[in-house]
């Protein structure tokens, strides 16, 4: 049974930074691609950033020299630092897990349950 575990979401003042993690289980974490989206109220569901399984790294302009996706394989959990954040930011963020598929193994699209960040004075 796939499991990716979202923490470390909260209320943060603007300005502030947050930590967000995403505990996997169940997926073999090493060859996923690894990705942040989030979503805010009325607002459709975006991609914040996205880490291969190489360790390349894609952002959002929105949050570039912001935020810092890492990952560590060998603890099955992606992050998210979010830094000077902004009254724009506020949002549940998701952690999905995707791989593409191969001739030995199945693609795979998984979602975490999601964390609720606030930015608020």
């Known amino acids: 049974q796939v499991q990716l575990v979202e923490s470390g979401g909260g209320l943060v003042q603007p300005g502030g930074s947050l930590r967000l993690s995403c505990a996997s289980s169940?997926?073999?974490?090493?060859?996923?691609?690894m990705g942040w989206y989030r979503q805010a109220p009325g607002k459709q569901r975006e991609l914040v950033s996205l880490i291969t399984d190489g360790g390349s790294t894609n952002y959002a302009d929105s949050v570039k020299g912001r935020f810092t996706c890492s990952r560590d394989n060998a603890a099955n959990t992606v992050y998210l630092q979010m830094n000077s954040l902004k009254p724009e930011d506020p949002a549940v963020y998701y952690c999905?897990?995707?791989?593409?598929?191969?001739?030995?193994?199945?693609?795979?699209?998984?979602w975490g349950q999601g964390t609720q960040v606030t930015v608020s004075s």
């Open positions: 169940g997926i073999t974490f090493s060859i996923y691609t």
């Open positions: 999905n897990a995707y791989y593409r598929g191969s001739l030995l193994r199945q693609p795979g699209n998984y």
